[in-house]
Nanobody, 114 residues
Framework: VQLQASGGGLVQPGGSLRLSCAAS????????IGWFRQAPGKEREGVSCISGSDSSTKYAESVKGRFTISRDNAKNTVYLQMNSLKPEDTAVYFC????????WGQGTQVTVSS
């Protein structure tokens, strides 16, 4: 059973990245999926989430209108499309699956810098 986050990297301000959260050993559509981030010296914060039942979504105020969470049940993967990135989006991004079990991915680094 594993949750794998990927897709991070270095991008200039205004750029885009798409993060992926792929599950193995369990089915993501049974789970509520959340993306979190933690910047150096700061607490982990919630960024976005998507439900397993009706795929309803929520976003932190700081990313509304710029980030989009989605799921592809056929690929057992949840995505976080991040557009108009800002330096303050720099952090390690984690995904978490909450349902019959609770799982965390290992984190992927996103750095927004010119």
């Amino acid at each position: 059973v594993q949750l794998q986050a990927s897709g991070g990297g270095l991008v200039q301000p205004g750029g885009s990245l798409r993060l992926s959260c792929a599950a193995s050993g369990f089915t993501l559509d049974d789970y509520f999926i959340g993306w979190f981030r933690q910047a150096p010296g700061k607490e982990r914060e919630g960024v976005s989430c998507i439900s397993g039942s009706d795929s309803s979504t929520k976003y932190a105020e700081s990313v509304k209108g710029r980030f989009t969470i989605s799921r592809d049940n056929a690929k057992n993967t949840v995505y976080l499309q991040m557009n108009s990135l800002k330096p303050e989006d720099t952090a390690v991004y984690f995904c978490s699956a909450i349902g019959p079990g609770v799982y965390w991915g290992q984190g992927t680094q996103v750095t927004v810098s010119s």
